[in-house]
Each structure stands twice: as C-alpha cells, then as structure tokens.
C-alpha cells in the first residue's frame, strides 16, 4: 500500500486537542507535509547556489534567506515567493504543534519541545521575510538582517555574553548531533519507506546520511561563532547559515571544503523533500 495513501503512525495523535477546533490528524498531516517539502526546497537552493560558486559557475554563498531571495529573480519569482512563504509558515505551525501539543516528542521529552518551538520561530520569521519579498520589500528590510546587531545587544546586557556562549556550545552539540546521525543513519526510524521500492529507500538513506553529516558541520561553524562572539564581545563574529559556508570557503581548499558541504546541502535538501512523503508525522520532522 502508498505510504501517501495512508495515515501515518495515527495512534493516539489521530485527533488532536486543540480546544475544540476540530484540528484532526489529516490537517496536521497535510500541513506538516507541505511545510517539509518547502524547507527541503530552500536547502536544495541553498545548496545549489554554494555548488556553484565553489565550481566557479556563478551562484552565491547565502543562507537560507539569501537562498529564498535568489527565487525572486525566476519567472514569476514574486508568486513563487508567495508560495515559499506560505510552505515556510506550514512548516513554523507545525513545529509549533509539536511544542504545544507533544507531537513526537517522548514522554516528558522537554528539550523536544523547546527545541521545536526555537525552530518554529526561526522558520516564522523566514516565512515572514519571504512573504515581504513577495511584496516586494527592498533587502535590508525584510528577513534577519539585523541578526549580528541582536547579538551586540544581548552580548552587552547582565549575562548576555553567557547566554549566547551556551546557545552556541549548544548548537555545536547539536551539530554533532547531526554528524552521529548521519554515521548512524539512527534518522531512518523517522520514516515509513515501506510502500517505495528498495533503491529510493535506499537513496533516501544515503542522502540523509550525507545531509546530516553536512549540516553537522556547518552548526559547529555557526556555534564556534557565537561561543567567540560571546567571549570576546564582538557580534561580528556571529555566522549564520550563509556566514559559515563563507567562512569554510576562506579556509586552505576552501573551494574542495565549500563543494563537498555545499553537495552535502543538496543532499540533505533531496533527502527532506522525500520525507514529505515518508516522514512519520507523529515523529520529530527533520530539523
């Protein structure tokens, strides 16, 4: 029977509580779907794009913001944007269900829930700026270009500087996270690959081990940043997604480096659009 055909995993999140709205498992299934499908669309383009600058074929090293931007530039960029934003803003409320309401998170599974509503933000805020881009918003105005002048802020305030050194030795432990998953390939308990033929499960095992491992990577970039950011005050130091990619490319082999995580983004972006099908709903979506 088609994965797609069923409902996944219903068990007791068949209907969820949601105060008598009548949120039932089929709309959080739809809406989860949908939204893991967009993310893995931005960081296919994400990956893409880096590809191509570390092979000297155009492109730009961006994150995912930039990525989303570089949509606007297509035919019809402008009603792709809108589409993207509303994927994106899918994706925030899904992961903002999980939070509320526990999806796939184990019993008492606190950080799960934090951790799903941090994303739920993040991705909110991205949904927003793809939005105003739709609109037409110049850059500079729509998305978190402010982030460094944030972290200048909370660096600056009564242990601010610690705060922002933990949110990076915790982003770092979950980059390494993300690497032990990609070696383990532990990520496949997450899908229901039962209805696809054996070598897309296989592709999909493949690509997700190399995704993760990539992005791994990058989160110790991004959280050796903010660590430094914190002990020396300088928010400069701050990456995002796109600032630790440019910072692996200004390394020795810095083209090699870039295009071997950049392929990483790609894969990890396949292997997330193919966990819009696969993905067992009442588990935690990729992060």
Not at 221 to 242: F, N
Not at 246 to 269: E, K
Request: charged share 15%.
């Amino acid at each position: 029977m088609a994965v797609s055909s069923v409902p996944l995993c219903v068990n007791r999140y068949s209907r969820v509580d949601s105060g008598g709205c009548g949120l039932t498992f089929a709309h959080v299934d739809k809406l989860a779907r949908f939204g893991v499908a967009t993310k893995g669309f931005v960081f296919v383009l994400v990956g893409m794009l880096a590809l191509l600058a570390a092979l000297g074929g155009g492109g730009r090293v961006t994150g995912q913001e930039g990525a989303v931007r570089a949509v606007g530039d297509w035919p019809l960029g402008h009603a792709l944007l809108l589409a993207i934003s509303v994927g994106l803003a899918a994706y925030a409320l899904w992961r903002g269900a999980q939070a509320v309401f526990g999806l796939g998170a184990k019993a008492g599974g606190v950080l799960h829930r934090v951790g799903c509503a941090l994303i739920a933000f993040i991705y909110s805020g991205l949904a927003l700026a793809a939005f105003q881009m739709a609109r037409g918003a110049p850059e500079g105005r729509a998305g978190h270009g402010h982030a460094r002048v944030w972290i200048a802020r909370l660096v600056a305030e009564p242990l601010g500087a610690s705060a922002v050194g933990v949110a990076g030795g915790a982003i770092m432990a979950f980059g390494l996270y993300e690497i032990w998953q990609g070696l383990t390939a532990r990520f496949a308990g997450e899908l229901d690959t039962s209805g696809a033929s054996p070598e897309v499960q296989r592709w999909t095992i493949h690509a997700g081990r190399v995704g993760h491992a990539a992005r791994g990577l990058v989160f110790q970039v991004m959280g050796y940043g903010l660590i430094r950011a914190a002990l020396d005050a300088r928010s400069a130091e701050m990456r995002d997604l796109g600032g630790a990619l440019r910072q692996l490319a200004q390394q020795q082999f810095g083209a090699a480096i870039l295009g071997f995580v950049a392929a990483g983004l790609v894969a990890y972006g396949l292997y997330t659009l193919s966990t819009a099908r696969f993905q067992r709903v009442d588990r935690a979506a990729p992060a």
